[in-house]
């Protein structure tokens, strides 16, 4: 006996038609962002955990004065840092599996935008946090300062953009100069690659030593720099930008450049 059921009787197709697959770039993105998705949720809990155990070491023993969570802005410059250069030494597998270098490396930046703007993010609402919790204390939220008080206003006080701002772009260059550190070990190996260690570490030094998330105390500021540091921290950071496009673009598919 046979069925006249239709949907006994009738293959079961699904239309493609105006569907487009998503381009390379956005598929590496992607993937990286999920990475960095992960592991930047787990540094957050890990850093809101160790901040609050420091912040009631320090009520316990003087008087708050200062945001605590300022001084893990080091910790969120060199730890999506150290991502980076992991994400630059697997460009092999990503060209293994139909990938184009231009691909790969469109998707590594594009990633590094959005993680630098989501880092600067949580830190900025973070601070913001911090400062209401501070204010139902009754505890100052400044920063360290040179005068005789040593206590200012912190930028993190100016409300959430400013924050946003510097954080977000001390997060770029470290992930760009993560992505020049693997780049140079992946193409030119060991010792050339350590070479470049001076170059590829610019900007990210440069946000650390500089900016210091806009701190009184900053290098940037103590040398009369002012907002200059940010648009030098900038342009370091756009100059390595092209320095990794140049240096993957060209760069051999599992093994070192001769």
């Known amino acids: 006996m046979t069925s006249t059921d239709p949907t006994l009787t009738t293959p079961t197709t699904v239309s493609t038609v105006g569907r487009r697959a998503r381009p390379q770039w956005v598929r590496a993105a992607a993937s990286m962002l999920s990475v960095h998705g992960v592991v930047g949720a787990w540094f957050w809990v890990g850093a809101v955990v160790l901040v609050t155990l420091a912040t009631l070491v320090v009520d316990r023993f003087t008087t708050v004065r200062v945001s605590i969570l300022q001084y893990a802005s080091y910790a969120m410059l060199w730890f999506p840092f150290s991502i980076a250069v992991v994400v630059a030494a697997v460009l092999t597998v990503y060209v293994a599996n139909g990938m184009t270098r231009r691909s790969f490396i469109r998707g590594a930046l594009a990633s590094s935008v959005v ?144």
Do not use: C, K, N
């Open 115 to 258: 993680v630098a703007l989501g880092y600067g993010l949580v830190m900025a609402l973070l601070l913001l946090v911090e400062g209401w919790i501070y204010g139902a204390l009754g505890w100052a939220h400044g920063a360290m300062g040179t005068d005789d008080d040593g206590i200012v206003e912190g930028i993190w006080e100016s409300g959430l953009l400013a924050p946003w701002g510097v954080a977000t772009l001390m997060v770029l260059a470290g992930l760009v100069s993560g992505l020049a550190v693997g780049a140079g070990y992946y193409r030119f190996g060991g010792l050339r690659g350590t070479v470049l260690l001076p170059f590829a570490l610019l900007p990210v030094l440069g946000a650390q030593v500089l900016i210091d998330l806009g701190r009184p105390d900053s290098v940037g500021h103590l040398a009369g720099l002012g907002d200059w540091v940010y648009p030098i921290v900038g342009a370091a950071t756009l100059v390595l930008a092209a320095f990794v496009v140049a240096v993957l673009r060209r760069a051999p598919i599992g093994g070192v450049e001769a």
